[in-house]
């Protein structure tokens, strides 16, 4: 039988996501499609419903309704399987700090079922240019080698799609291009990833497509490239470009200049 006309299942589907705590709305009906090997980047304002999207498709919140899809596996209905698919990196990851890298990552692969010997163990570290460093202690790292073992510890075991909240924050320059690099690697290796970013310059230079969240709501969605050409007419987005419409201006002129708390 051919499969001619039948779309692909998307990596991760989500629709309608709502998700409260009490009376306050955090994500209000969102809904969006990330494909196979897609980098795709949710942008909004501090408050905006970005993390509480995530908790909800890693299933730490339950979503008030809306379901969430992964490889065509529904989160609330399957959870074992949809999170043998998922790896997470939370905001700001936090190990134990006593611990040495080679005790987490060993913890973390046998957490995760994956059987790993010293000599691999090493290998993988060596890949993440951590070698040196397995018997120090994860608050000896610094920033930008907690959040390699941090994206390692989230791949270890082989998921399909990558959820990384602010993989990014608080590094330097230097460190945040290197780990855009192994995001890029991640995605080359068949992976999707759905990351949440401040960065308007991370958002150009490593999402294939973004949506720009506020208030709980997905505002719009697509390329860096179509978001500007799609809304640099519009007079909100003028009146904050300072010559050639950013993604930047966009962002600005569609969530407002108010500064969020
Ligand atoms: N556990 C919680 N209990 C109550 N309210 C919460 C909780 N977590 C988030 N909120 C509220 O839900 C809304 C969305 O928060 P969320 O953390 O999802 O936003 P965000 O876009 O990730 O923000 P940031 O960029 O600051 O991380 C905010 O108003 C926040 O105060």
């Not at 951590?130 to 075991?157: D, N, V, Y």
């Not at 192994?182 to 401040?198: D, K, N, P, Y």
């Not at 993604?247 to 708390?261: A, P, W």
């Amino acid at each position: 039988m051919s499969d001619v006309g039948t779309p692909p299942i998307p990596m991760l589907d989500v629709k309608e996501l709502r998700v409260s705590y009490g009376a306050r709305v955090a994500v209000d009906g969102v809904s969006f499609r990330i494909e196979r090997g897609e980098i795709f980047g949710l942008l909004g304002p501090n408050g905006a419903g970005k993390t509480s999207t995530l908790s909800a498709i890693e299933g730490l919140v339950k979503p008030q309704s809306g379901r969430s899809l992964i490889d065509g596996i529904d989160t609330a209905q399957h959870p074992l399987e949809a999170k043998a698919l998922l790896g997470v990196q939370l905001q700001s990851s936090s190990f134990q700090p006593e611990l040495s890298i080679q005790q987490i990552a060993s913890l973390f692969a046998g957490l995760y079922g994956v059987r790993l010997t010293t000599a691999q163990l090493a290998d993988r570290l060596r890949d993440i240019g951590l070698e040196a460093e397995a018997g120090r202690r994860f608050k000896q790292l610094s920033g930008g080698q907690q959040q390699r073992l941090a994206l390692f510890i989230a791949s270890i075991h082989d998921p399909l799609l990558l959820l990384l909240d602010e993989p990014t924050a608080g590094l330097d320059p230097q460190s945040r291009r290197a780990l855009w690099q192994r995001i890029e690697q991640a995605r080359g290796a068949g992976r999707s990833i759905l990351l949440t970013t401040h960065s308007m310059e991370e958002a150009q230079a490593v999402c294939d497509r973004v949506a720009i969240v506020d208030h709980g709501t997905l505002l719009t969605t697509g390329t860096p490239a179509d978001l500007i050409a799609k809304h640099r007419d519009d007079p909100k987005v003028r009146a904050v470009a300072h010559g050639e419409v950013t993604l930047e201006d966009v962002f600005i002129g569609l969530t407002g200049s108010e500064i969020r708390d």
